[in-house]
């Protein structure tokens, strides 16, 4: 995969040199490449900004600035991504739809946002496609922290980048909907805490159904948004237990009534 950074601070985007991106690259799994948007510009103070049409505070980005790096860095077969508050919800769908792709451009911007018809112009280019993300409600200074968010999401996925992709299978907001469950290592005792006997008992079906029902009651805590938008289809009678002990039984169709060995509310929830 190509990435192309663009930002008029490239010092923001070191810390893609490192860890696990930063082998990536030197692997050879991962070309990307960082730009200083001022080696667009034709002025002597190498300008990137003006002040808005229609008044109000702050700068905008001018388009044509924009338009020359983009022009020199899109190709036939890329997808435009613009950081920006104001964008869609950036999340692992996102990261996973991206890391399928070829070649990804990033426009940082800063200031009050990049002049709106950069976006516009580019989303009628054959062959590009252009998106604008957030990261969450909240609100950066510029796109930098966001390139860096979706290149460490999207690098990750990438085959070959994470040594073990097992470890990719369980983990928070994968393919089960839920939050990890809570993770313990060496010593077995420490300020007094101790790992969860069921964790030492070598028992792996009591081991994985914990596991299960520790993302369960962690996301009803936590996230109940993402249990709503889970397929009620997706929790068995024991799922279901286990969210009614946490109070938050599951709405959604009923399931089946199924033989369930272990009874209605029974087994080992609260282990
Ligand atoms: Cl992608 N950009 C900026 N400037 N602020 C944000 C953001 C992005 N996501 C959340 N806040």
């Given amino acids: 995969?190509?990435?192309?950074?663009?930002?008029?601070?490239?010092?923001?985007?070191?810390?893609?040199?490192?860890?696990?991106?930063?082998?990536?690259?030197?692997a050879g799994l991962l070309d990307l490449r960082v730009h200083d948007l001022r080696d667009w510009t034709t002025d002597r103070h190498r300008t990137v900004d003006d002040t808005p049409f229609g008044g109000g505070a702050g700068m905008v980005m001018r388009p044509?600035?924009?338009?020359?790096?983009?022009?020199?860095?899109?190709?036939?077969?890329?997808?435009?991504?613009?950081?920006?508050?104001?964008?869609?919800?950036?999340?692992?769908?996102?990261?996973e739809r991206l890391a399928t792709e070829t070649h990804l451009v990033v426009a940082c911007g800063?200031?009050?946002?990049?002049?709106a018809r950069v976006a516009a112009h580019y989303a009628t280019r054959p062959g590009v496609t252009v998106s604008e993300f957030s990261l969450g409600d909240y609100v950066l200074n510029g796109g930098e922290v966001a390139a860096l968010v979706l290149v460490e999401a999207v690098a990750r996925l990438l085959p070959g980048v994470v040594g073990n992709p097992e470890s990719l299978v369980e983990e928070s907001h994968g393919a089960a909907g839920l939050l990890e469950y809570p993770v313990y290592t060496k010593p077995p005792t420490w300020a007094d805490l101790a790992?969860?006997?069921?964790?030492?008992?070598?028992?792996?079906?009591?081991?994985?159904?914990?596991?299960?029902?520790?993302a369960l009651v962690r996301t009803a805590q936590r996230r109940p948004d993402l249990l709503d938008a889970l397929d009620p289809s997706a929790l068995d009678a024991?799922?279901?237990?286990?969210?009614?002990?946490?109070?938050?039984?599951?709405?959604?169709?009923?399931?089946?009534?199924?033989e369930d060995p272990s009874g209605p509310g029974g087994g080992s929830r609260e282990a």
């Fill in 110 to 115: 800063r200031y009050e946002g990049i002049d």
């Fill in 195 to 214: 790992v969860p006997d069921v964790l030492l008992s070598g028992h792996h079906g009591r081991i994985a159904r914990w596991r299960r029902d520790q």
């Fill in 64 to 95: 044509d600035v924009w338009g020359r790096a983009l022009d020199d860095l899109l190709d036939d077969d890329s997808h435009l991504l613009l950081p920006t508050p104001s964008g869609d919800r950036f999340t692992q769908r996102t990261a």
């Fill in 1 to 26: 995969m190509r990435v192309d950074v663009v930002s008029i601070f490239p010092d923001y985007l070191a810390p893609l040199d490192l860890s696990l991106v930063g082998k990536a690259r030197t």
């Fill in 238 to 258: 024991h799922d279901r237990a286990t969210l009614a002990d946490a109070g938050r039984p599951p709405h959604g169709a009923e399931p089946q009534a199924t």
